[in-house]
């Protein structure tokens, strides 16, 4: 009786760690993830066609964490294709990546090298569409120092970008063409949070002949404003202000978030927009879409959103299983209802290898990953 508790236990472990997560359990060597289209039906497409949106690539990074947040919240789904190498040698790990078009030919190459758990390398060793030379960022007594080099095909001409961190934070990133100074972006932080980021120009904006302006180079340059990010104090990011610089050099709030929180989750964001007042001839700024969130037993159970008019134009409802897996959502977006499930399978070593998304009864996509162990 006891021998059976005991295998009850473990089958129960077991099950309960078969959750989604983006860490691989065990030692791989090896990944290759991606998505398959099941039907015609594949990522949308609005100005022109690419692979991975009409913003075409954006990095690696972002274009794994769009992909998972498109994935799990709407109808549809966004790109994603790469393979990953993991070599050890002592103490070091290397990771390198490739990513690929559709046709799965090459786009961008991507590595990353740690010691004893800490990152010391990245680099980007090349790229089909950004036309980069080289990424390359050292760390070193926790102060890394960045050089990223770009050339354009069609000209000698050439970009780089200097990093300058201090204690691990990114306080300053220069920019030059051709070597010569353009602008400095400047990162003020509190204790933990980064609360400002601001432009130093060498340019401002002056009057040239024939009563047009310009953004001319200028011994004094003048400073943009970019954004300002308020904390409370649980360090939850509660409000954070966009700016924009006028044609007269000063700098105006263009748009503005506020976030409120209930034992540090998030339960509204209030979007405000600069919008054109015609009854006092100006700009101003006024109330966007605003999302309410709500919880139950931790897990997000529903989020919805309102118009500036406080009509629901977006809801979306959310169900798990047994191990708080989303297993299907209810969205709604203007007057289409969809109701997306999804079926997972995972590998001995209980890393998700598969989910289907089937949108309306029908599966239409698929996330793939093939894991190889050492």
Known sequence: MKYLFSIFILISFCVKSQKFQDTIIGNPKYVREYVSFLTEKQNPQFLYNSDYGHE????????????????FNYDFVYYINYEKFYKKKNNSLLIKENWFYKDHSFLASFSKEFYNGKLTKLVLDSSAVNRYKTIFINYKNRNPKQIRLMKFSKTKDYNTRKYFFKKNQLKKISRYVNGRKQYDSVFVYDKKNLVEEYVLHKRKWKNIDNNQRCFCEDPVGVKEMIKKNYFDEKNNLIKVENYKLSEDNTNYLNSK??????????????????????ALNKTELKKGTKTIYEYKFGKLLKKQSYTDNKSLNMSTTYYYDDNDNISKIEFFDNENCFEVTFRYRFDENNNWIEIIKNVNGKDLYMWKREIEYH
């Open 257 to 278: 978030v506020e976030y409120k929180y209930d034992d540090n989750k998030l339960i509204s964001k209030q979007d405000f927009w600069r919008d054109w007042n015609s």
């Open 56 to 71: 075409g690539f954006l990095g690696n990074e972002f274009t794994k964490k769009e992909f998972k947040e498109i994935w």
